[in-house]
Nanobody, 123 residues
Framework: QVQLVESGGGSVQAGGSLRLSCATS????????MGWFRQAPGKELEAVAA???????RYADSVKGRFIISGDNAKNTLYLQMNNLSPEDTAMYYC?????????????????RGQGTQVTVSS
């Protein structure tokens, strides 16, 4: 069973930073592709960032240069460092896992996601 537990969300002013964490099992971390998605009120789920075998990463255009996805193999934990946040980043952020590479170029629904952590950015 895939379990993903996010933490680190909160409220911050525009220009601030937050770091999200996603803890999971060794099996999930080793055998699934992982990433971060978000969903704002009234909007569809959208991909934010993904990490691939060998440490490759991809980002949505809206967060490039501001967000950094990374993982800690020893802790089976995925991170999302979010810098220079803007009110448009306000959303519920979900850690996701999928048995195949996560796509960012078209609507994509990952097989598994955590319960989410809320990020609110005020102007």
């Amino acid at each position: 069973q895939v379990q993903l537990v996010e933490s680190g969300g909160g409220s911050v002013q525009a220009g601030g930073s937050l770091r999200l964490s996603c803890a999971t099992s060794t099996d999930t971390y080793k055998h699934y592709y992982m990433g971060w998605f978000r969903q704002a009120p009234g909007k569809e789920l959208e991909a934010v960032a993904a990490i691939y075998s060998g440490g490759g990463t991809r980002y949505a255009d809206s967060v490039k240069g501001r967000f950094i996805i990374s993982g800690d193999n020893a802790k089976n934990t995925l991170y999302l460092q979010m810098n220079n946040l803007s009110p448009e980043d306000t959303a519920m952020y979900y850690c996701v896992a999928h048995p195949y590479p996560i796509q960012l170029d078209y609507p994509f629904i990952p097989n598994y996601r955590g319960q989410g952590t809320q990020v609110t950015v005020s102007s």
